[in-house]
């Protein structure tokens, strides 16, 4: 319990303030605090239904933009990150969402690969269309340890986790996310080693009349809304 690990680490340093490692125990106290802040963060987004603000987007840039949050950790941990890009993925979706789904997954991937300690830590980002050109998809993979095969079954379930410290409501949260925008996300159960999740976004939303799925022009105006970040490949 990070709230009583935090008190515990407080109380040592109020009794004695001039201990020698009373710095080490506010690192710690502090670190344990920002679980609280996360899970309670994760957990009142999961539980609140949030308006969507659904406009035309471009994946690629909502990716880019995640991966620029994670720059600096990606270059202390020596991670080589290779984009695979077949398409720009324009869609029609809310862009902050969507991003929070990225970042949940990347640092996941991130998480995954600094705790392997592989000497070659690589993070795969990938992003397409389907055949029929009415869906994008995004695969996020990592060579980490993988997913334990009892627990794969449970991942996108709220409070279940396999790593130390997590939430067990971030996976969950972009399950929401996904399938309030029509789509579905899983784990790619064939892998022997490392982590894939591959996820699925229709292009467009639906439209009274449309009988089907738009085709696989560009979303029509207003403009397609750009959040690049400043990640080069």
Known sequence: NPITAAKSLVQQMGEDPVHPDRSEYARLALAELERVERSVSHLLRFGREEDRRVAPLVMEDVLESALETFRERIARV?????????SEGCLEGDAEQLRRVAINLLGNAIDAVEEARTQDATIRVGLGESLAGDAVWIRIEDNGPGVDVA?????FEPFVSTRTG?????LALCRKIVEEHGGG????????????????????????????SAGRGE????AVARIRGSVTR
């Open 166 to 170: 997590g939430t067990g409501l971030g």
């Open 185 to 212: 996300i899983e784990l790619d159960r064939a892998r022997q080693a490392g982590t894939a999740i591959l996820v699925t976004l229709p292009r467009m939303r639906a439209t009274a009349g449309a009988g089907g």
């Open 151 to 155: 627990a794969s079954d449970r991942i």
């Open 219 to 222: 979303p029509p105006a207003p």
């Open 78 to 86: 020596g991670i080589d990150v290779r984009r695979e890009y077949d």
